[in-house]
C-alpha cells in the first residue's frame, strides 16, 4: 500500500509559479513511475507529466517546456515546477504513483 499526499497547490497570477509536491509513504518510492495528472471541473482527469524510476521525464504538448517533474529519492518525493501559467492550468492536481495509487489532490487556481 503506498499513500501519497499532495500540497503546493493555491492561487497564482497568469505568469506566474508554483510548485507541487507530492510525498510518498512506502519504501519502494524509488522503484516506480511517478507522475502528475489534472482534472479541470467538467473535464476528464488529464495526464500533464511523468518521471519513470531512472529519471525519464514526459510531458504532453499543453504544457511542455513550462512544466517540469523531477524526484528526490531520498525523501520519497515527487515535484511539479509550474511556470508561465495560465488560466486554463486552473484544476485539481493529483500525483499518481505506478499507475496504481492516488493522492487526493490539491487545487491549483490561475486567476488575476
Known amino acids: 500500500q503506498v499513500q501519497l499526499m499532495e500540497s503546493g497547490g493555491g492561487l497564482a497570477q497568469p505568469g506566474g509559479s508554483l510548485r507541487l509536491s507530492c510525498a510518498a509513504s512506502?519504501?519502494?518510492?524509488?522503484?516506480?513511475?511517478m507522475s502528475w495528472y489534472r482534472q479541470a471541473p467538467g473535464k476528464e482527469r488529464e495526464l500533464v507529466a511523468s518521471?519513470?524510476?531512472?529519471?525519464?521525464?514526459s510531458y504532453p504538448e499543453s504544457v511542455k517546456g513550462r512544466f517540469t517533474i523531477s524526484r528526490d529519492n531520498a525523501k520519497s518525493t515527487v515535484y511539479l515546477r509550474m511556470n508561465s501559467l495560465k488560466p486554463e492550468d486552473t484544476a485539481v492536481y493529483y500525483c499518481n504513483c505506478a499507475g496504481l495509487w492516488w493522492g487526493k489532490g490539491t487545487l491549483v487556481t490561475v486567476s488575476s
Open positions: 512506502g519504501n519502494f518510492f524509488s522503484r516506480n513511475a
Open positions: 518521471i519513470s524510476s531512472g529519471g525519464f521525464t
